[in-house]
């Protein structure tokens, strides 16, 4: 069995003992389709966000590990590169069938180190894979072009080139699909990859690395390199000025992307730069407040707020102010239960650590302080624990309150009475987010109107769920460079190049 072969630490085993799901489970870095420890031999726990249990340990690697992986990614691509477009739409497909036969497994792993609840966990595991079988099916349209020349005797020709070694850096709300979406895409393109997993879930994304092997992505091709946080910075500028690099893809805080954009700027590269966001809720008086309500239940409390895309303004019309707040309270009574994700019944996990648990509590009280009214939560509950945050409504913000400008990234909706559409443009547009953006309307007029006013990269009309596979997904302003999804997310991982073909005529 695997699991001998590369051995079990202790914690590892009594895991395993809790446990039927979690043969993916692995404590070992993945580099060259080998499973390897940090060349120090160091390691750091993982832990279950409910109870800050250990789940295992992982390398703690460092800059020197990340050199290494790159140095094997780069020794791929020189033979990936030529494998055809064809095999690589078979194995991306390979792997995306493995992922869905092991939902269950990747859920259970999702969970134990995310928090999130199961349902959502194999929701995940469905769009992740998502990408997957899209980008499988895009490796064979990465076509170029032949442009009639302005000359009788010559040729344009425009064909796409994979960029090379690409480095991700991943975050913990999403660590299944944060990873396909960016890994299925330069696949795709011809490209090879290390990855750097947040501190917080790295076994996630060794578990979908173990069914990539498994679907036969050749030696190289993948790579995980684990570090703590403590190592981050240092593991980070490797993945970002080593010279094999081609392209930096990061998925992360706005913070993060623009200290990694510096780094990749010494070297010329690609940035592909996914950051946060800070989503307005809109709602005039001609919507469908029941499908409003439903639709802010999951733009606001999907992974229990910790979401990108996740609505972090409210702007209800005064005409529809009382029926939507009324109704949403209600929704959330019924809707919002908190406890440990793997626990039946559970739609509201723990937040990820004690870090963001004291964020979300600060941004709260800092509202509060300032005049905010709490219609509802506003605390922890602290019988299950100290990262379970009720599930919060706050009215009477202003935006000289902290929370009006900063990603709560939390089980926090915040309310605002607008009276028109012209106001509501200004204080939607009011931020240096540009992620996301929520409309509900049955004006359809309106509707075409807010699409193109609102500075937001993607703008849902009556709906709280915009994320496929099809879709381009990305920001504009601060949250973010290139778009990830569509054909377009593919052929980010590509250059153009242009031959000239000429003398045709002698
Ligand atoms: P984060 O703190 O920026 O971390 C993201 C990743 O960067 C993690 O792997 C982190 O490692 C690593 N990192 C941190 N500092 C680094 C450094 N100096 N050099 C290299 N790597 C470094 O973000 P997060 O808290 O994990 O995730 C939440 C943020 O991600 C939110 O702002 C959210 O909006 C954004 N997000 C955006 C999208 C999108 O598609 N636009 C999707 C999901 C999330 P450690 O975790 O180990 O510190």
Same mark, same amino acid.
């Given at each position: 069995?695997?699991?001998?072969?590369?051995?079990?630490?202790?914690?590892?085993?009594?895991?395993?003992?809790?446990?039927?799901?979690?043969?993916?489970?692995?404590?070992?870095?993945?580099?060259?389709?080998?499973?390897?420890?940090?060349?120090?031999?160091?390691?750091?726990?993982?832990?279950?966000?409910?109870?800050?249990?250990?789940?295992?340990?992982?390398?703690?690697?460092?800059?020197?590990?990340?050199?290494?992986?790159?140095?094997?990614?780069?020794?791929?691509?020189?033979?990936?590169?030529?494998?055809?477009?064809?095999?690589?739409?078979?194995?991306?497909?390979?792997?995306?069938?493995?992922?869905?036969?092991?939902?269950?497994?990747?859920?259970?792993?999702?969970?134990?180190?995310?928090?999130?609840?199961?349902?959502?966990?194999?929701?995940?595991?469905?769009?992740?894979?998502?990408?997957?079988?899209?980008?499988?099916?895009?490796?064979?349209?990465?076509?170029?072009?032949?442009?009639?020349?302005?000359?009788?005797?010559?040729?344009?020709?425009?064909?796409?080139?994979?960029?090379?070694?690409?480095?991700?850096?991943?975050?913990?709300?999403?660590?299944?699909?944060?990873?396909?979406?960016?890994?299925?895409?330069?696949?795709?393109?011809?490209?090879?990859?290390?990855?750097?997993?947040?501190?917080?879930?790295?076994?996630?994304?060794?578990?979908?690395?173990?069914?990539?092997?498994?679907?036969?992505?050749?030696?190289?091709?993948?790579?995980?390199?684990?570090?703590?946080?403590?190592?981050?910075? /240092?593991?980070?500028?490797?993945?970002?000025?080593?010279?094999?690099?081609?392209?930096?893809?990061?998925?992360?805080?706005?913070?993060?992307?623009?200290?990694?954009?510096?780094?990749?700027?010494?070297?010329?590269?690609?940035?592909?730069?996914?950051?946060?966001?800070?989503?307005?809720?809109?709602?005039?008086?001609?919507?469908?407040?029941?499908?409003?309500?439903?639709?802010?239940?999951?733009?606001?409390?999907?992974?229990?707020?910790?979401?990108?895309?996740?609505?972090?303004?409210?702007?209800?019309?005064?005409?529809?102010?009382?029926?939507?707040?009324?109704?949403?309270?209600?929704?959330?009574?019924?809707?919002?239960?908190?406890?440990?994700?793997?626990?039946?019944?559970?739609?509201?996990?723990?937040?990820?650590?004690?870090?963001?648990?004291?964020?979300?509590?600060?941004?709260?009280?800092? /509202?509060?302080?300032?005049?905010?009214?709490?219609?509802?939560?506003?605390?922890?509950?602290?019988?299950?624990?100290?990262?379970?945050?009720?599930?919060?409504?706050?009215?009477?913000?202003?935006?000289?309150?902290?929370?009006?400008?900063?990603?709560?990234?939390?089980?926090?909706?915040?309310?605002?009475?607008?009276?028109?559409?012209?106001?509501?443009?200004?204080?939607?547009?009011?931020?240096?987010?540009?992620?996301?953006?929520?409309?509900?309307?049955?004006?359809?007029?309106?509707?075409?109107?807010?699409?193109?006013?609102?500075?937001?990269?993607?703008?849902?009309?009556?709906?709280?769920?915009?994320?496929?596979?099809?879709?381009?997904?990305?920001?504009?302003?601060?949250?973010?460079?290139?778009?990830?999804?569509?054909?377009?997310?593919?052929?980010?991982?590509?250059?153009?190049?242009?031959?000239?073909?000429? /003398?045709?005529?002698?």
């Amino acid at each position: 069995m695997e699991l001998l072969r590369i051995g079990v630490s202790r914690n590892f085993r009594i895991y395993l003992n809790h446990s039927r799901q979690m043969h993916l489970l692995k404590d070992k870095a993945f580099v060259n389709n080998e499973w390897v420890s940090a060349r120090s031999n160091a390691v750091f726990p993982v832990l279950n966000p409910a109870d800050d249990s250990v789940i295992t340990n992982v390398p703690d690697m460092d800059a020197s590990d990340a050199k290494n992986a790159i140095q094997v990614a780069a020794d791929t691509f020189k033979t990936w590169q030529d494998v055809t477009a064809k095999e690589r739409s078979i194995i991306l497909r390979r792997w995306y069938d493995l992922c869905e036969q092991n939902k269950d497994s990747l859920a259970e792993i999702i969970t134990a180190e995310s928090g999130k609840p199961l349902s959502e966990a194999a929701g995940e595991v469905t769009y992740g894979s998502s990408f997957l079988s899209w980008f499988s099916e895009c490796a064979r349209h990465l076509n170029g072009e032949v442009i009639p020349s302005p000359w009788p005797n010559k040729q344009i020709i425009l064909t796409r080139q994979p960029l090379g070694v690409v480095s991700i850096i991943t975050p913990w709300n999403f660590p299944f699909a944060m990873i396909t979406r960016k890994v299925g895409a330069l696949m795709a393109a011809g490209c090879t990859c290390v990855i750097k997993p947040s501190e917080d879930t790295p076994l996630t994304a060794l578990a979908a690395v173990e069914l990539a092997e498994k679907a036969g992505v050749p030696k190289g091709v993948i790579n995980v390199v684990t570090c703590s946080r403590k190592n981050a910075p /240092a593991v980070g500028s490797v993945l970002c000025e080593d010279n094999h690099v081609k392209c930096i893809s990061f998925t992360g805080s706005t913070v993060v992307g623009k200290i990694l954009y510096q780094q990749a700027a010494k070297g010329i590269k690609r940035v592909s730069l996914e950051l946060g966001g800070n989503a307005p809720f809109i709602v005039f008086p001609s919507a469908d407040i029941q499908n409003a309500v439903e639709q802010a239940m999951l733009a606001k409390f999907r992974n229990n707020g910790q979401a990108c895309v996740g609505a972090n303004r409210f702007f209800i019309h005064e005409d529809v102010y009382d029926k939507f707040i009324a109704l949403f309270k209600e929704h959330i009574s019924k809707g919002c239960v908190l406890g440990r994700g793997n626990q039946k019944g559970v739609s509201c996990g723990p937040l990820i650590n004690n870090e963001q648990a004291k964020k979300v509590s600060g941004l709260v009280d800092d /509202a509060v302080k300032k005049g905010a009214r709490k219609i509802m939560g506003g605390e922890f509950d602290t019988t299950l624990g100290n990262k379970f945050y009720k599930s919060t409504i706050l009215t009477d913000v202003t935006p000289e309150m902290n929370i009006f400008r900063e990603e709560i990234f939390g089980p926090v909706a915040q309310i605002f009475k607008i009276k028109s559409e012209e106001e509501v443009v200004k204080l939607a547009n009011d931020t240096n987010g540009g992620l996301a953006a929520y409309v509900f309307t049955k004006d359809l007029g309106q509707a075409f109107r807010m699409s193109r006013k609102l500075e937001f990269g993607m703008v849902a009309i009556n709906d709280g769920i915009l994320s496929t596979a099809e879709a381009a997904f990305g920001g504009i302003k601060e949250s973010g460079i290139g778009r990830e999804g569509s054909l377009h997310g593919a052929q980010e991982y590509t250059d153009i190049k242009y031959t000239l073909m000429s /003398a045709l005529d002698k």
